[in-house]
Nanobody, 118 residues
């Protein structure tokens, strides 16, 4: 079992920045990649970005490239999401996901609310 805890969400003004963190615990040794997703009511969960644990290769949703940056600290089992130039449409619950090789095992955090509003 893998437990994921997100932190760093909150209220931010348009154009502002926010940094989310996700810390993993439990049986995390088999991680292949960790990613971020977001979801608003009535919509499907949307892929934000991901990073492979060994190589640090990143992948982002095309619409978010240039504003969002994913990084990880392998020793701390932590993945971060730096969000810049935030827009109201970025408002969502942001979820961290742990994935094993071939995505045979996936675990989700509880989510953290990000609200971009003036």
């Amino acid at each position: 079992q893998v437990q994921l805890v997100e932190s760093g969400g909150g209220l931010v003004r348009p154009g502002g920045s926010l940094r989310l963190s996700c810390s993993g615990s439990g049986r995390t040794f088999g991680v292949y990649a960790m990613g971020w997703f977001r979801q608003v009511p009535g919509k499907e969960r949307e892929f934000v970005g991901a990073i492979t644990w060994n190589g640090g290769n990143t992948n982002y949703a095309d619409s978010l490239k240039g504003r969002f940056t994913i990084s990880r600290d392998n020793a701390k089992n932590t993945v971060n999401l730096q969000m810049n130039s935030l827009k109201p449409e970025d408002t969502a619950v942001y979820y961290c996901r742990y994935s094993s090789l071939l995505y045979t095992q996936n675990y989700w955090g509880q989510g953290t609310q990000v609200t971009v509003s003036s």
